[in-house]
């Protein structure tokens, strides 16, 4: 059998066994992985396979696992079970390497880099959130580009891609009424359309903002938007999967 195809056996074996046990967040961050055999080479022997296994991620994948020790844990554990006996024997100390997998280069590439740093600087995205983080001394996060005010929104933001569903993090609402800044503009964590129909999915941090939230609710279906549903910020953060679905799932039921 060629290193390609135990290694594509391995890597789909490895995420069964991630999801068999609801470890579906780890197993969205290697789906799409490329696995390399990290050889030495022996004089006598040849190639020593007892060298570890390279994992090539995109780069805020590759933050999150560095970030992450539980997730490098259960990636380790996991790989570690399925591929003992098949091509090692000794899996005590077998490293696993994660590496970042470098983008392709792109013709005039430098522009795009001068684009997306002009945009950055005059994007309304995460405004409000921004100029909240600000009074506090604190600073936005970053994933793809696009602010988010915690981590729990950007795993929300990750399973909204998986699913491939248009979505808007952090978007600026407008509705001139009052003149009033604070009353006219709104914003929300995230603006979901799925075929046409548009529903808000908040990240909840506080379980003590019900009239606020209810408020801010009817601003918002003052123009229509009827589906709006929150989610506690850890529930999002532990299991984005099952919040996304329900809430897309509720979502349809609002199709027109």
Not at 97 to 116: H, S
Not at 201 to 210: A, G, I
Not at 225 to 234: D, F
């Amino acid at each position: 059998m060629s290193d390609s195809e135990i290694l594509e056996q391995l890597h789909r074996t490895w995420l069964q066994a991630l999801i068999n046990d609801d470890h579906r967040d780890c197993a969205s961050i290697i789906v799409d992985a490329k696995l390399e055999f990290d050889f030495d080479w022996d004089e006598y022997n040849g190639r020593n396979y007892d060298s570890g296994l390279i994992v090539y991620l995109p780069l805020h994948l590759r933050l999150l696992i560095e970030n992450n020790q539980e997730i490098k844990t259960n990636l380790r554990n996991y790989f570690i079970f399925i591929a003992d006996g098949h091509v090692w024997h000794d899996m005590k100390d077998f490293p696993i390497y994660y590496r970042v997998k470098l983008l392709e280069v792109e013709e005039n590439w430098q522009k795009t880099i001068k684009f997306l740093i002009a945009k950055s600087k005059d994007l309304n995205q995460g405004l409000i959130t921004e100029k909240v983080f600000t009074r506090k001394a604190k600073d936005p996060i970053f994933y793809n580009e696009i602010k988010f005010a915690s981590k729990s929104e950007i795993r929300i933001a990750q399973e909204l891609e998986a699913k491939g569903v248009l979505f808007f993090p952090l978007p600026l609402a407008v509705r001139h009424e009052t003149g009033n800044i604070y009353e006219d503009h709104r914003e929300v964590d995230f603006l979901v359309c799925l075929d046409g129909t548009f529903g808000i999915l908040e990240v909840s941090f506080h379980s003590d903002r019900y009239e606020k939230d209810k408020e801010k609710d009817a601003w918002f279906k003052k123009s229509g938007i009827l589906c709006i549903e929150h989610y506690p910020a850890e529930k999002c953060y532990n299991n984005p999967r099952s919040v996304v679905e329900e809430f897309l799932s509720i979502l349809s039921q609002h199709k027109r």
